[in-house]
C-alpha cells in the first residue's frame, strides 16, 4: 500500500477499518523500510532461460486516489518451468490493461533472463498476441478456455445456455482427444 502511494497514516486507518487492528504510522514506517528492499530484490531476481507454459493476466481492482476511487491493473505472470514447479514470474501495476504495458512486462522477462516461452496462456486483449510475439517470436499462443467459453455464450439465447454448458462442460473435461471428439459429436 505505501509502494501505491497511500500515507503511513492513511494504512494506519485501513488496517483498523478491516482488520480491527491498531498500528502506528511509526511501526508501518518500519516494516515499510525493511520490506520494500526485500520485494526490489524479489521483483529483479534473475529467471530460468526457458518455461515450458506462462500464464499472462491482469486482474482489475479498485483503489482510493486523491480522495477517488479509480480502477488499476495488476498484471501478473505464472510460469511452469522445466520440472512442472509454478512460479509467480512477477506483478506489476499499471492505470489499465493494454498490449503496450504488455510489451513492457515481456521486455522485463527478457532482461531478466527469459530466452523463450514455449506456451502462453492469455485472454483475448487486442494486441496482446502482438505484445508479446514483438519480444518471444516463437511462442504457441492459448486463449484461456473460459474467454473462449464467454465468446461463445454471447452467441447462444439465455435459456439455452445451461443445456449447452453442461455439453461444453463434457468436451473441455475430457482425458484425452477421442473422449472430447466423442463428446462434441454427441
Known amino acids: 500500500m505505501y509502494a501505491k502511494g497511500m500515507s503511513t497514516r492513511d494504512i494506519e486507518d485501513h488496517m483498523r477499518d478491516i482488520y480491527g487492528v491498531d498500528v502506528s504510522a511509526g511501526l508501518i514506517s518500519k516494516v515499510t523500510d525493511r520490506i520494500l528492499p ?4 524479489w521483483q529483479s531476481r534473475p529467471l530460468e532461460p526457458v518455461y515450458p507454459i506462462v500464464f499472462l493476466d491482469a486482474i482489475h481492482f479498485k483503489v482510493r486516489k486523491d480522495h477517488r476511487i479509480i480502477t488499476k491493473a495488476a498484471y ?9 514447479h509454478k512460479d509467480v514470474l512477477g506483478i506489476w501495476i499499471g492505470e489499465t490493461e493494454s498490449a503496450s504495458f504488455w510489451v513492457s512486462v515481456c521486455n522485463d522477462l527478457r532482461n531478466r533472463g527469459v530466452e523463450d516461452i514455449l506456451i502462453a496462456c492469455k485472454d483475448g486483449l487486442t494486441g496482446f498476441s502482438e505484445a508479446i510475439h514483438s519480444v518471444f517470436p516463437k511462442t504457441q499462443l492459448q486463449l484461456y478456455v473460459i474467454h473462449q467459453i464467454r465468446n461463445s455464450m454471447k452467441y447462444v439465447n439465455y435459456k439455452d445456455q445451461r443445456a449447452l454448458m453442461a455439453d461444453l462442460k463434457r468436451v473441455y473435461q ?3 482427444l477421442e473422449e472430447a471428439e466423442l463428446a462434441l459429436n454427441e
Open 174 to 176: 475430457a482425458l484425452t
Open 76 to 84: 501478473s505472470v505464472i510460469g511452469v518451468n522445466i520440472h512442472g
Open 38 to 41: 526485500l520485494v526490489t530484490e
